[in-house]
Nanobody
Framework: ERFVESGGGLVQVGGSLTLSCAIS????????IGWFRQAPGKEREGVSC????????YYADSVKDRFTISIDSGKKTVYLQMNSLKPEDTAVYYC???????????????????WGQGTQVTVSS
């Protein structure tokens, strides 16, 4: 299992970024794929999750209507389109996955055993 995140960078308030994560070790047939983020001094928090079986999605309230998660099963890649970025979105963003489905509510990092190095997103005001 391997996760390689990319696409982070410095963006102004209100701007957009699209993160990508290339995943190996998963078939994308019956997996839960999640994006998390961790700001300095804060716990890692779940941002979004997609269940590959039915493409159902979950978003944290803080990013709902601004972020969109999607997958390309052929490329084994997950994306996170981030619009209307705010300073509080500044964090290191990680993707991860496990077999099965996303939780219907809060997604816990404890349910995901393996992590990539992450990609830094900085939103400047």
């Amino acid at each position: 299992e391997r996760f390689v995140e990319s696409g982070g960078g410095l963006v102004q308030v209100g701007g957009s970024l699209t993160l990508s994560c290339a995943i190996s070790g998963f078939t994308f047939d019956d997996d839960a794929i999640g994006w998390f983020r961790q700001a300095p001094g804060k716990e890692r928090e779940g941002v979004s999750c997609i269940t590959t079986r039915d493409r159902s999605t979950y978003y944290a309230d803080s990013v709902k209507d601004r972020f969109t998660i999607s997958i390309d099963s052929g490329k084994k890649t997950v994306y996170l389109q981030m619009n209307s970025l705010k300073p509080e979105d500044t964090a290191v963003y990680y993707c991860t996955a496990h077999l099965g489905v996303c939780s219907s509510g809060h997604i816990s990092p404890l349910t995901f055993p393996t992590w990539g190095q992450g990609t830094q997103v900085t939103v400047s005001s």
